[in-house]
Nanobody
Framework: QVQLVESGGGLVQSGGSLRLSCAASGILFSITTMGWYRQAPGKQRDMVATITRGGSTNYADSVKGRFTISRDNAGNTVHLQMNGLKPEDTAVYYC???????????WGQGAQVTVSS
């Protein structure tokens, strides 16, 4: 079992910045890729950014150049630095962790990010 706790959401004006963090606990050695997903009202949950234990990253086209995902050396905390925020970035952001068991993923409780125009 892996537990994920997010922090850092909030309200910001367009063009502003926020930093999300996600701390994992539990069977930490089993965690492989970690990432952030987001879900706006009435829409599906979409990938924002992912990072492997080795540090390889992947970003959604809509956030490239504005968001940066990073992971601490132990691999158990992941951050999402969000710059140049736009109203369309408004969503609940969920931390995700994959583990060594294929098809098994864990989710955090979600952090609300609201960008006002």
């Amino acid at each position: 079992q892996v537990q994920l706790v997010e922090s850092g959401g909030g309200l910001v004006q367009s063009g502003g910045s926020l930093r999300l963090s996600c701390a994992a606990s539990g069977i930490l050695f089993s965690i492989t890729t970690m990432g952030w997903y987001r879900q706006a009202p009435g829409k599906q949950r979409d990938m924002v950014a992912t990072i492997t234990r080795g540090g390889s990253t992947n970003y959604a086209d809509s956030v490239k150049g504005r968001f940066t995902i990073s992971r601490d050396n132990a691999g158990n905390t992941v951050h999402l630095q969000m710059n140049g925020l736009k109203p369309e970035d408004t969503a609940v952001y969920y931390c995700n962790a994959g583990v060594t068991i294929p098809g098994v993923h864990y989710w955090g409780q979600g952090a609300q990010v609201t960008v006002s125009s």
